[in-house]
């Protein structure tokens, strides 16, 4: 519900033309300081150089970066030298890459002004950190522009930040189901090593390590942590399929998944971000980047995140969402608890993996134990695992953002009427849907459709589900924080006109008794992106991680 239903479902033309997430241009760098250092004067000479002798230009980058390790070894606090090595090896890796080398097949040699120098690259067969499946470019190469990529801090320190974008022809997937895409984007930090004339090539991951050891001192690894998330929307754009998941939830089936963004690192807890109504992994940009930038936060926290087609009925995805956590404790037993953070209906989703509840529900919707209904076998299975479900109990702590728990306006008015019958169910919850309705009853006031609820419909206050869920309290022992966006139009926190709201989700709605914390921040109902809100986020992971 990142948008008001009507204009998100009416309007799709003219949220197709609306401001990138992120778009990108590609430019090598040039050097611009002065006074030119004796090491400045080694790269501009590189940069001088004909690009079609590699190895002439690519000895003058190392001749400039032996040279400046040479100061730090002698000086550690030059800055001036740390900023020209740096520079001179991300333009290191930037030959390596443009001229096709591979170090890491067979040493390579390059002509220094002083004698040649020979290159290795060690090997690793681990596939996510063999060089051989990877572009490795400097982030200084690219520039950035777009809604999630306004702000683009980088933390000083050793060593070139680069993106490792994984190749066209390898699907990360068939490797690593859990990977973050078929296409991986990812931040390391390359770094050069001399022994007299020889080169040794290699990169750091700085959500792994902090400092480094060089010249026979210790440094802080330089890292961009916004480069690889910048780039990976530019080039993938999951914008593009956020209106088609939700109109036609059956086509992307496959697209419902649960993701890390970083190698599983059995120290560090899991961050499990569940999006919302008509969005994407890609609306936790804003949240992530920040995060990751406070060394605390990312010495002990792993971010992971779920996605799925956001047309589905949201108790439908949860039911999707509880299978693939079973696959994730199959695979990472013994993984530390998971701190979820659901924002709008990724909260909805969030809620139920925090609630028993037994036969409740069912006996709710269908007034007959799940034996006595006569359903398909299919439709049975599909209706049990919605409806019929335990707390999760790798599930640590919740974080609800801008969350309808108890329904939105929106969604049973007029336009969120007009917005669900937009919305194409998949055959197999339609058939499900004409099963229910032979033996499913109704109360005064509930939504009563012809078809089995979608999103929009399980977002309604008078949905049977909805109201029913209420009626079943959260699991004891599971704490739970609250934010709400508040428009700053005032209102009433309670049911009386005019309400409290973010714009698509009233605060009566979003409110939840026995929360540790609530916040209200200043926003509209992209809350999780407003500063206050991944503030107040930051506060409570550090409270956690302090237990």
């Known amino acids: 519900m990142k948008r008001t239903l009507i204009s998100a479902l009416l309007s799709a033309t003219l949220l197709a033309g609306c401001s990138q997430y992120s778009s990108v241009s590609e430019k090598r760098p040039a050097y611009t300081y002065r006074p030119f250092t004796p090491v400045g004067a080694l790269i501009v000479k590189a940069l001088e150089t004909a690009s079609n002798k590699p190895e002439v230009v690519l000895g003058r980058y190392l001749d400039a970066a032996s ?60 596939p996510n950190r063999n060089p051989a499946n990877f572009h490795l470019l400097p982030a200084d190469r690219y ?84 480069a690889p998330i910048g780039l990976a929307l530019a080039r993938e754009n999951p914008k593009k399929l956020e209106l088609a998941r939700l109109l036609s939830p059956g086509k992307f089936a496959e697209t419902a998944r649960l993701a890390r963004l970083q190698p599983y690192d059995p120290a560090k807890i899991p961050v499990l971000c569940v999006h919302g109504l008509m969005d994407s992994q890609a609306t936790w940009t804003p949240i992530i980047t920040t995060l ?75 007034k007959k134990r799940p034996a006595e209904v006569e359903v398909s076998p299919e439709s049975k299975k599909l209706f049990t695992d919605a409806l ?20 939105s306006e929106l969604a049973s008015n007029w336009m969120g009427r007009i917005g669900s019958m937009l919305v194409k169910s998949p055959a197999t919850l339609l058939s499900a849907g004409q099963d229910a309705f032979k033996v499913a009853t109704f109360q005064s006031g509930d939504l009563k459709l012809k078809r089995i609820p979608n999103s929009v419909d399980t977002l309604a206050p008078n949905n049977r589900f909805v109201k029913a869920i209420q009626t079943i309290p959260i699991t004891p022992g599971i704490p739970y924080h609250v934010i709400s966006g508040d428009r700053g139009k005032g209102g009433n926190k309670d049911y009386t006109k ?50």
Not at 185 to 208: I, K, Q
Not at 515 to 532: C, D, I, K, M, T
């Open 67 to 126: 040279v400046a390790a040479r100061q730090l070894q002698s000086h550690p606090g030059d800055a001036t030298a740390v900023r020209d090595y740096n520079f001179a090896v991300g333009r290191v890796f930037e030959v390596i890459h443009d001229s096709k080398l591979q170090p890491w097949l067979a040493p390579v040699t390059a002509t220094g002004e002083s004698g040649t120098w020979q290159i290795t690259f060690p090997a690793d067969k681990r």
């Open 143 to 226: 520039h950035f522009s777009g809604t999630y990529v306004k702000e683009h801090p980088v933390k000083a320190g050793l060593g070139a930040p680069l993106i490792a974008t994984s190749r066209q022809d390898l699907d990360a997937t068939q490797i690593d189901r859990f990977a973050q895409g078929k296409r991986v984007y990812y931040g390391v930090t390359g770094l050069l090593r001399f022994d007299g004339r020889r080169c040794t090539v290699a990169y750091e991951d700085p959500l792994s390590v902090e400092t480094v050891k060089f010249a026979g001192h210790t440094f802080p690894l330089a890292a961009d942590f916004v």
């Open 292 to 366: 990751r930038n406070d060394p605390a936060i990312r010495s002990r926290y792993q971010f992971w995140f779920y996605s799925y087609p956001s047309g589905y009925p949201y108790p439908h995805s949860a039911a999707i969402f509880r299978k693939q956590l079973d696959e994730i404790r199959a695979q990472y037993p013994g993984h530390k608890k998971i701190v979820l953070i659901g924002h709008s209906m990724g909260g909805c989703i969030s809620r139920l993996m925090i609630t028993d509840s037994g036969e409740k529900l069912w006996m709710d919707i269908f």
């Open 388 to 407: 019929i479900f335990r707390h999760r109990d790798e599930v640590g702590r919740v974080i609800f953002i801008s969350a309808p728990l108890r329904g």
């Open 498 to 547: 005019p309400v409290m709201s973010d714009g698509i989700v009233p605060y009566w709605s979003s409110h939840m008794d026995g929360a540790q914390s609530e916040l209200v921040v200043p926003s509209s109902h992209s809350a999780h992106q407003n500063p206050q809100a991944i503030a107040e986020v930051k506060r409570i992971l550090k409270q956690h991680a302090a237990r």
